[in-house]
T-cell receptor
Framework: SAVISQKPSRDICQRGTSLTIQCQVDSQVTMMFWYRQQPGQSLTLIATANQGSEATYESGFVIDKFPISRPNLTFSTLTVSNLSPEDSSIYLC??????????FGPGTRLLVL | ELKVEQNPLFLSMQEGKNYTIYCNYSTTSDRLYWYRQDPGKSLESLFVLLSNGAVKQEGRLMASLDTKARLSTLHITAAVHDLSATYFCAGDTQGGSEKLVFGKGTKLTVNP
């Protein structure tokens, strides 16, 4: 199974600033996914990040707000820009390996004041 | 567009009792996943169901999939307090995209 780490684990940010979240996997994977979990809610996919190509964003999410980098097969970053209190959520990255399940990182808990 | 509905959203049960969580999905899904989330934690994979009639069991939890009915169930046998958590089902959109669409989750509380 994949081992995924995320940094930071939590942060408190002021509105108008940005936060970059890092996701590191212990093995090479083709696709990485970024999800958002708003307080008390389910998970919503933000975007899919393939190495060597632009990320694919889901409806309601745009690159200017959530720029993503995928420089290699084990690493990705998600930036949440121009923060507002509505961005307070848990952000999780995930990967899938073959026929196995999709594995999730520990999450980054963001609070925007 | 795939939609996933879970019910119930909240479930309070006594230790030792049995219960079932239901997960309906709107269109064909390649796989059906079940996850557990403890408060303040990430998602722990429980089961992935790949085909019609698939049944998987781990301890007191058993998951099944009926693709014709577009229904998956998570059955809890003789519940214990340690099973208290939120359980999510998710389907993946067809075509090998691996994008998951989650249900709203079922918050399970097992009372002594």
């Amino acid at each position: 199974s994949a081992v995924i780490s995320q940094k930071p684990s939590r942060d408190i940010c002021q509105r108008g600033t940005s936060l970059t979240i890092q996701c590191q996997v212990d093995s090479q994977v083709t696709m990485m996914f970024w999800y958002r979990q708003q307080p008390g809610q389910s998970l919503t996919l933000i975007a899919t990040a393939n190495q060597g190509s632009e990320a694919t964003y889901e409806s309601g999410f745009v690159i200017d707000k959530f720029p993503i980098s995928r420089p290699n097969l084990t690493f990705s970053t998600l930036t949440v820009s121009n923060l507002s209190p509505e961005d307070s959520s848990i952000y999780l990255c995930s990967v899938e390996q073959g026929e196995e399940t999709q594995y999730f990182g520990p999450g980054t808990r963001l609070l925007v004041l | 567009e795939l939609k996933v509905e879970q019910n119930p959203l909240f479930l309070s049960m006594q230790e030792g009792k049995n219960y079932t969580i239901y997960c309906n999905y709107s269109t064909t899904s390649d796989r059906l996943y079940w996850y557990r989330q403890d408060p303040g934690k990430s998602l722990e994979s429980l089961f992935v169901l790949l085909s019609n009639g698939a049944v998987k069991q781990e301890g007191r939890l058993m998951a099944s999939l009926d693709t014709k009915a577009r229904l998956s169930t998570l059955h809890i046998t003789a519940a214990v307090h340690d099973l208290s958590a939120t359980y999510f089902c998710a389907g993946d959109t067809q075509g090998g995209s691996e994008k998951l669409v989650f249900g709203k989750g079922t918050k399970l509380t097992v009372n002594p």
